[in-house]
């Protein structure tokens, strides 16, 4: 699809020094005609300089057997679930802790779902 990308945002929220997005790219053909929404997720670091400067780190998860909550709350988000010493989630009641190992520090990360059209 060579046409426009069209960003449209849904919410901004900040989060301890922290801006999220959450929005929909609007995937257009050669004619201008529509041809596929996706929607994403995007987290930037306040103050660590003009976001169209740093690097960029595209993500992309969902779809049939891969449920988009651990790239948010498991990998690369600002947040995760608390995991037992052992590596494996502890029963109810579920605690969520910052992300030390993210690296929304150093790049700026758009998480992608699937596409639908």
Not at 44 to 73: C, K, Q, V
Not at 76 to 91: I, N, S, V
Request: negative net charge; charged residues 20%.
């Amino acid at each position: 699809m060579a046409g426009a990308v069209n960003v449209i945002l849904t919410e901004q929220a900040a989060l301890k020094g922290l801006s999220r997005w959450a929005g929909t790219l609007l995937l257009k053909d050669e004619a201008g005609k529509p041809k596929a929404h996706a929607f994403f997720v995007a987290y930037t670091r306040d103050g660590m300089g003009e976001p169209e400067t740093r690097p960029i780190t595209f993500a992309y998860n969902g779809g049939p057997g891969s449920a988009s909550i651990w790239l948010h709350m498991g990998a690369l988000g600002p947040k995760r679930a608390a995991m037992a010493e052992d590596g494996f989630q502890p029963g109810p009641p579920y605690q969520i802790v910052d992300n030390d190992s993210s690296i929304i520090d150093v790049t700026v990360v758009p998480e992608s779902d699937s596409s639908t059209s």
